[in-house]
Each structure stands twice: as structure tokens, then as C-alpha cells.
């Protein structure tokens, strides 16, 4: 297996809310992100998925050093990611990008494309030359858009073109590791698939990394080398792609599966839905914290919290009874 | 997005003075950019060619000539020292718009980097907005009052007073955008690539929080120079030697019934003067927005 590139340790973040009552002395907390660890591999891709509101953008976010983490530690390339000062993180951010969900909000109304573009560069001190507009023209074309459009602005392009710029401007310093939040959610679903496919082009031509991280499991299967399933905050189950989706070994994983459309009226098997509500990060469940939704919960579920345990080649998944799983799963459709 | 034709047609952007006349162009389609363009203009245009339109000084007596309604000889009367109103007023425009012009530039300067720190530093933004609320408690026309009394009659005194009064108000507006702006995920994309806060401020976010700014910035000008009426009327602007527009309508307030003209006269040029400057904010306002240029095609 080739070197890791980034190594992410029982990563936390805690929001405390501010509570108007000044009689209240605990605050509440969100545990938005709640010891969260994973690696990704030089040249690799690992998808997170999760239901909104499970904390994966927030996992982006803090490996990025845009949010500061609760606790935890980030290993990036052999840097220490949490504890740097601000200059040290200047330095290590071109290595780091990030493609955001919404085309729309995340380029500037005021400049061309080609600053949109170049601006990873210019905060990184490099001067307007020649060769730095030639070299914007040049990613320009590598995401499939004439270098003609250099001049224009933001608003004079579809979303999916957006997303392009905002993918040229990511990979314009050359990064190991672009974190993609919901790169193509906002996209019509045949845009997502040229968008997908041109990330994947990239990918193989620049050799980076990626943290896909997404809602839709059959567009993360579609790009991903590895799957990382987050809810409420902790990774239920972390595999390779096909195993994952082979031989799923948490409830949860289970039921996102059962909840991907199939494309023909016959083959619809019984639908296995999560019932219920995602239950407020506030007062996450005792226990295990799918044990309400769980269709095969316990009482050791509810009163003991699984850890992630090793259930074969690359894949971990937190359930006490991940080993039973798949016979009971299939007792049960 | 449009037709494919529409886009290669505006290809190569176009160069030097083309470019110019099509910018041109562009601003004066705005029908409020190009009223308050004209308005504006030809104020400042008499301003500056003012000794040349009149031969007459604007402090020469004539005792003989005294209130004298517009006639061809005196194009808006004399007052009642018989001095020529239009040469007055020609000449005050110079210290009414002076005034004006400096305290838009304190407020551009003071109002808009005090309101961007306080939108982008938290830590910061109680603090300065604080001390912008202690200065807003008071109206604003009695806080100029105050302070240009305590530093004594000059045109400098007008312009402090009056800066000390908007750039709370200047810094409020910006800062109120500057919040919003600050959210969205361009700003977050900048600090992923490592751009410093002076980078991110000034490239990404005050750019996007102009609007609100030129139109604040319009105001500050027009009211700047009607505040300054009312100090120089309370006699706490220039010295009267130097008549201010504001001098004039001080001057002439006594004879209002037997001759109107010396208040009207410079009243008229200060609405056209605020008039035209809040027509070319608002028109600048659009104009200056990129998503703008899409209509022309």
C-alpha cells in the first residue's frame, strides 16, 4: 500500500451553544464531530457519507484548519496540521485545497476567472506574470472550459461551469489532497456525472488525493477507492468500496444501501428505510448511537457504545454484532 | 447562460480608448448614473470656472445697487450690501464642496477600515461599536455643533466635526456588510489557500460590501455639505469673510420677505448638489456591479 498521506486521529469538535439563560451553567454542546479517525493514501480517495447534519462537512472543515478542532490530532505530510501557527499553515495550504458544495457562493462575484483561478497563487506570493496567465489558461482547458472565458465573471456561467472553476482554482497550486465537500450535490444529476468523471481525469493526470465527502452513496461508490460511514458524528463503518457495498456490516450502512433507488420496478426489493429521525447531536442516545433506528438494537446497545473493530481485510464497523449481521439481515428481507 | 453566439461575440475584451467609450457607455445607460452624472458635473464644473463666468468680486459693494431682484445686470439679485449673489455663490460653492469632498475622503478612509475590522474581529467589534453607539446618542447636527464650538470657527473645524459625526455611521454600514460578506465560501476558499486577513479583506470582502458603501459615501457628501450650512449659518463654519453657501442663507435669512432670492438662490445649489450626488451614488451603486454588465449583451 503506498504512504499515507494523511492521518487523521480521534479527531473531536464540540460546539458549546450560548444560552441566554445565565442561570444555566452547563452549556449545551454539539458534538458535532465526536473521535473521529482515518487515513488517506497518497493517490487514493476516501468517501464520507452520512445523513446532513452527521458532521462530515465539519470533518473538511477541521482538517483544513478553517474550524480549530476540539481535540485530536491531524497529521498532513508530516506536518502537525492542529498545532501550527498561522504562517506554518500558509505554507502547507497548497498542498491542502478544497472544493465546496455551492458553485454560486464559493467564487467571488467581483474578479475574472482567471484571478478566481490564480488566487491560491497570488496568496501564496506569486507575482502576475505572463507565465502565471498562460498557466490559467492552461487549467482552464484541463477543466474543459475555452481559455477564452479568462475575462469573465462568475455570473456568466452555469453551475456546472462554475464547478469547474472552482475545481481549476483547487488544483491550481498543485495540491496532495483536495477535500471535495459535496463537490457536485448542488449539480443536475447529468452534470454530476461529467463533473465526476472530469474529477477522476484529474486525479489520475496530477496524482493527488481525495476526501470526497458526500450524501448520495451511489456517486461516492462511483469515485471512491475506500468508504467511511459517519453517523452523528463517529465513523459506523470504514471498507473498501466493493467490500462495503458486498458485505455491508453495520445496520446503518445497511440502510443507506436499501435506500438507493433501483432503476427498475421488479427488481425493487422490500425497502429496509431508517426509521425515524436523526436524533439531536445535543443529547446524542446512550450507547450505541443508532440503537432507536436499529432494527436488530439489544440491550447491550443501549447501554455500551461499540468501537470500530477490525472484521477483515481494510474494513472496520461498530456494532456489537457485526459478525451476525449479514445472516440477520438476510433473515430479515 | 446565453446562446453560444451571444458569448463569442464579446470575446476579446476590447482595448485602450474603445474600451473607454464602451465603459462610458455602459455607466451613462444608467438613467440615475447619468442625471446625477449631469447634476453633479455641472456643479462642480461652475465651481472650478467660477472667477471666469463672473467679472465681478463676490465682497464688492455697491450701496447703490442694494436688494436688486435677477435682472440681466445681476443674474439672481444683490443682497443688501448690493454684492452680487450669482458671484457669491459661484464662489462659495469652492468651500461648500471642499468641505464635503474631505469628509468623504476622512470617511472612506476612517469609516471603512474601522467598519471592516469591526465585521471581520469579533473581538474587536464590541469595542468600536461601542464607542459608534456613544457617538450616534447624539444627534448629529448638535455633536458637530458641539465639537466645532469646543475647536473654534474654521473650515478645519467643520470638516473634524463633521467627520467625527458620519464615520460612526460610514463604519456601521460597512461593517454590517463586511458580516455578511465574511460568511460566504469564497472567503472561506481564500483562507484555504492561505490568504492573510489583509488579503481576504481587502480583495474578497470589501469588494463585495461596496454597494452600500458608495451609497453611504453619496450621502456623507450631501449631507456634509448640508451640515456645513448649518454650522457656517451658526456661525461656526469659515469665517463670514469667505462666503459659504451656508454663510448666504445665514445672511440672507433676515430680508426672506423682501427678497427671497438670497435665500433660495443658494438653497437651490445645495438640493441640486445633494441631488445629483445621491443620483451618481445610487447610479454607481449598479453600474459597478459586474452581475450588470450581462444586460447589455
Known amino acids: 500500500m503506498s504512504k499515507v498521506l494523511i492521518n487523521v486521529a480521534n479527531l473531536v469538535k464540540h460546539f458549546t451553544l450560548a444560552t441566554s439563560n445565565p442561570f444555566v451553567r452547563d452549556k449545551p454542546v454539539v458534538r458535532a464531530v465526536d473521535g473521529v479517525s482515518f487515513t488517506v493514501s497518497e493517490g487514493e480517495t476516501l468517501g464520507l457519507v452520512g445523513e446532513s447534519g452527521c458532521g462530515k462537512s465539519t470533518v473538511g472543515r477541521l482538517i483544513l484548519n478553517l474550524l480549530p478542532a476540539s481535540s485530536g490530532a491531524v497529521e498532513f505530510d508530516g506536518h502537525d496540521i492542529l498545532s501550527m501557527d498561522s504562517a506554518g499553515m500558509r505554507s502547507v495550504r497548497k498542498d491542502l485545497q478544497i472544493i465546496f458544495q455551492d458553485p454560486h457562493a464559493s467564487l467571488n462575484p467581483r474578479m475574472t476567472v482567471e484571478e478566481i483561478i490564480l488566487e491560491p497563487l497570488y496568496a501564496q506570493g506569486h507575482k502576475r506574470t505572463p507565465e502565471l496567465r498562460a498557466y490559467a489558461a492552461e487549467l482552464l482547458e484541463m477543466v474543459g472550459l475555452p481559455a477564452r472565458f479568462r475575462n469573465r465573471h462568475p455570473h456568466q456561467f452555469s453551475g456546472g461551469q462554475r464547478q469547474r472553476i472552482g475545481i481549476a482554482r483547487a488544483i491550481a497550486p498543485k495540491p496532495k489532497l483536495v477535500v471535495c465537500d459535496e463537490a457536485v450535490s448542488a449539480l443536475d444529476v447529468s452534470v454530476q456525472a461529467q463533473v465526476i468523471n472530469l474529477m477522476q481525469d484529474l486525479k489520475a493526470k496530477m496524482g493527488m488525493s481525495y476526501l470526497f465527502i458526500g450524501h448520495d452513496l451511489a456517486v461516492v461508490r462511483h469515485i471512491s477507492d475506500r468508504i467511511a460511514v459517519m453517523y452523528l458524528g463517529r465513523i459506523v463503518e470504514i471498507a473498501r468500496c466493493d467490500d462495503l457495498f458486498s458485505r455491508p456490516l453495520h445496520p446503518y450502512t445497511q440502510a443507506l444501501m436499501a435506500a438507493i433507488p433501483v432503476a427498475h420496478p421488479r427488481l425493487r426489493h422490500k425497502r429496509d428505510r431508517v426509521r425515524g429521525e436523526l436524533p439531536s447531536p445535543l443529547s446524542p442516545p446512550k450507547g450505541c448511537h443508532f440503537h432507536p433506528r436499529c432494527p436488530f438494537a439489544q440491550d447491550i446497545c443501549r447501554s455500551e457504545a461499540p468501537q470500530l473493530r477490525q472484521m477483515g481485510d481494510e474494513h472496520q464497523a461498530s456494532c456489537h454484532f457485526a459478525e451476525d449481521l449479514p445472516e440477520k439481515a438476510t433473515a430479515a428481507q | ?297
Open chain 2, 1 to 297: 447562460m446565453q446562446s453560444h453566439i451571444e458569448i463569442d461575440a464579446v470575446e476579446d475584451e476590447p482595448t485602450g480608448l474603445a474600451r473607454f467609450y464602451a465603459t462610458a457607455r455602459r455607466f451613462m445607460r444608467n438613467r440615475s448614473f447619468a442625471i446625477g452624472a449631469v447634476l453633479f458635473g455641472s456643479v462642480v464644473l461652475v465651481t472650478f470656472l467660477g472667477p471666469l463666468l463672473t467679472d465681478v468680486s463676490p465682497n464688492a459693494l455697491s450701496m447703490r445697487n442694494r436688494f436688486q431682484p435677477p435682472s440681466f445686470d445681476n443674474l439672481l439679485g444683490t443682497d443688501n450690501l448690493g454684492r452680487d449673489m450669482f458671484a457669491r455663490v459661484i464662489y462659495g460653492a469652492q468651500l461648500s464642496l471642499m468641505i464635503g469632498t474631505s469628509v468623504v475622503i476622512l470617511n472612506a478612509i476612517f469609516g471603512v477600515m474601522l467598519g471592516a475590522l469591526a465585521g471581520f474581529y469579533a473581538r474587536l467589534d464590541n469595542i468600536l461599536m461601542r464607542i459608534a453607539d456613544a457617538l450616534m446618542a447624539f444627534p448629529a447636527v448638535l455633536l458637530a455643533i458641539g465639537i466645532a464650538a469646543a475647536l473654534g470657527p474654521s473650515s478645519m473645524t467643520a470638516i473634524i466635526a463633521l467627520s467625527v459625526v458620519y464615520v460612526p455611521r460610514t463604519a456601521r454600514v460597512v461593517r454590517s456588510s463586511v458580516l455578511v460578506v465574511k460568511e460566504l465560501d469564497f472567503v472561506m476558499a481564500a483562507r484555504a489557500s492561505g490568504a492573510t486577513d489583509f488579503r481576504i479583506i481587502m480583495k474578497h470582502v470589501l469588494p463585495n460590501s461596496m454597494a452600500p458603501m458608495i451609497v453611504q459615501l453619496s450621502f456623507v457628501f450631501a449631507y456634509s455639505v448640508l451640515s456645513e450650512a448649518v454650522l457656517s449659518f451658526m456661525g461656526l463654519g469659515a469665517p463670514p469673510t469667505v462666503p459659504s453657501w451656508g454663510i448666504l442663507i445665514s445672511e440672507g435669512r433676515a430680508y426672506m420677505r423682501e427678497a427671497a432670492w438670497l435665500t433660495v438662490v443658494p438653497g437651490v445649489a445645495i438640493a441640486i448638489t445633494a441631488l445629483g450626488l445621491n443620483l451618481l451614488g445610487d447610479g454607481l451603486r449598479d453600474v459597478l456591479d459586474p452581475r450588470m454588465k450581462v444586460e447589455e449583451g
